[in-house]
């Protein structure tokens, strides 16, 4: 790959960050006093990592996912995807690295409303060049494996909240990219819905893809070998789960308990 000063970019190992964060603070300016969501995150993902996000409601979470997606900017702090800084990038240049190396899927589901459940998913892979053929198979296994089978020709509005969800996960997934963005993915989900989801996710981590995940679920999260505890805009703590049992990388104390 090639950097914009045109010098070659660093290789990065196996198992070295696909995504990087130094010194990220984003506060937010609405009516109120300001909201000071993200304060200071150092954070490394290396590739083919599962972490969790996990936090009280109003932590900072989907804040510091947007940072990373570059769906918002950093008021201070830098973004590196493979090793590459994304200080400079536009917001034309974001669309494009989000379309080629990250899934993303927030809370809003952003479905296109006018566009059926199938072209829905298979807009993005149709966008980046892959084969319509091709498109058309990677969605209905897709659609199949989260029980959406046989919706392919509805609409958005027809499916409830939880298909919704599962369909913005499904096109979130269809480029099969890198590394995956998701904000409460099972969210509007019954326990049958969380488990079509949690065996989808793990099937996409088995095949190397890299999953940051922000989830109030304690079962999603169990699914992570890594949770953050994210608290008051800051990372609490950190704790890589190695076959169940938590090994602590730093962080204040324990904010949550994921696991007996
Ligand atoms: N666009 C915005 N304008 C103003 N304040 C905002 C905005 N987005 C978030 N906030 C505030 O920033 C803080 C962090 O919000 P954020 O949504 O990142 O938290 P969260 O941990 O994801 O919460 P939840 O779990 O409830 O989704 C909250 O106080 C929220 O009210």
Known sequence: MLRADGAAA???????????AEGLVK???????????VRGVDLAVRQGEFVAIT???????STLLHLLGGLQRPDSGSIWLDGECADKWSEARWAVERRKRLGIVFQFFNLVSDLSVADNVELPALLAGVPPKRARAERAELLA????????????GELSGGEQQRVALARALVNRPPLLLADEPAGSLDSK???????????FHQRGQTIVLVTHDARLASAADRVISFFDGRIADDAELDGGTPSRRAGISGVLELRD
């Open 10 to 20: 660093p290789k990065e190992g196996p198992r070295s960050p696909v995504l990087r």
């Open 27 to 37: 506060t937010h300016y609405g009516e109120g006093a300001p909201a000071y969501a």
């Open 55 to 61: 936090g009280p409601s109003g932590a900072g979470k």
């Open 145 to 156: 494996e989260l029980g959406l089978a046989g919706k392919e020709r509805s609409m958005p």
């Open 193 to 203: 819905g969380t488990r079509e989801v949690m065996r989808l996710l793990s099937r």
